[in-house]
């Protein structure tokens, strides 16, 4: 992908942030900027954060899997992803996050080796060193899905971000992971999250 990429966009935010955003790859504006999630899925996914999380961007660090845009934007091949894979580990073991929220199907699949966010979103999946992975959708998939209806994604979406502002809150003041994710998964069932 190196070979027809403008710019790496390795990622960026808080180092320090208990919570990490990592998607699939950078997108055009993405790849024109070396910047991650600057583009419409971007702008949604900082929306989401702010209206939805009450999260500044800032505060957290946002990633892909891969590194370089893939050619045509498609998904990554598998031999592209492992290339990078390294650096991305590499980028956990410095951050040393709480948790990691997988944004969309590759880096869920990445992350948990679950094929299908309909079942696997709004749920903790352990990932090494007691580091928890949360699935939501990808805010490329929300622009094409408006409706807030119950039960809609963007529904889904919104139960989702609102636990992330809460387990962001509480792992900021130094909760326990183990008592985030039990406190958070009595709220996603009261609420019907999940």
Known sequence: ???TRNNVVPGE???DSPLVFIGEGPGADEDSSGRPF????GKLLDKMLKDWAGINRNDI???NIVKCRPPKNRVPTDDEMKSCIQYLESQMLVIKPKVIVTLGATSMSYFTNKKKISESRGKFYDWYGNIKTFVTFHPSYLLRNHSMEKGS???YS???MRAIGVMFRALQKGKNINEVVSAINSRMKESGGI
């Open 158 to 160: 919104y139960m989702d």
């Open 61 to 63: 660090y946002i990633s």
């Open 153 to 155: 994604p963007r529904w």
């Open 1 to 3: 992908m190196h070979l």
């Open 13 to 15: 935010g808080n180092v």
């Open 38 to 41: 600057v583009g419409r899925a």
